[in-house]
C-alpha cells in the first residue's frame, strides 16, 4: 500500500533498461532483392557500384547485348540509385527491387548510427 503509480512507473522502467541491456540488442536492416538490367558496357561500372553500397551480387545474366544483375542491397544503400544508374548508363540502364528480409547492421556503421542517434536525442532534450 505503500506503492504508487509513479513508483510502478519508475520499477518498469529501470527494469526494462537492465533487460535490454542483458539482452545484447542488434539493430537490423532492410535487405532488398535488386535486379538491374544494363548494356554490356557498362557491367563492370554497374557490378562495381552494387559492390561498393554493400550489395552482394547472386546472379548475372546476359541476353541481346543486356546484362541482368541480381543483387542483395541494404536498403539504405539503394536511396538515389534510379538517378545514379540513368547517369552512369546514360539512361539506359534499369533496375527492380522488393524487400527480402532483415539482417543485422555491421558494427561499424551500427555504432555510427547509435552515436547520431543519441546525439540528437540530448539536442533535443537541451533545446
Do not use: C, W
Not at 4 to 25: V, Y
Not at 44 to 62: C, E, F, Q, S, Y
Amino acid at each position: 500500500m505503500d506503492s504508487n503509480e509513479l513508483s510502478f512507473k519508475i520499477a518498469g522502467l529501470h527494469a526494462f533498461k537492465d533487460a535490454m541491456q542483458k539482452a545484447r540488442p542488434v539493430l537490423l536492416e532492410p535487405i532488398m532483392k535488386v535486379t538491374v538490367s544494363v548494356p554490356d558496357q557498362y557491367m563492370g561500372d554497374a557490378t562495381g557500384d552494387l559492390n561498393h553500397r554493400r550489395g552482394r551480387i547472386l546472379t548475372v545474366d546476359a541476353a541481346d547485348g543486356m546484362q541482368s544483375i541480381t543483387a542483395q542491397v541494404p536498403q539504405a544503400e539503394i536511396f538515389k540509385y534510379a538517378s545514379e544508374l540513368r547517369s552512369m548508363t546514360g539512361g539506359r540502364g534499369s533496375f527492380e527491387m522488393e524487400f527480402l528480409h532483415y539482417e543485422q547492421v555491421p558494427q561499424h556503421i551500427a555504432t555510427k548510427v547509435i552515436a547520431e542517434a543519441q546525439a540528437a536525442k540530448k539536442t533535443e532534450q537541451q533545446g
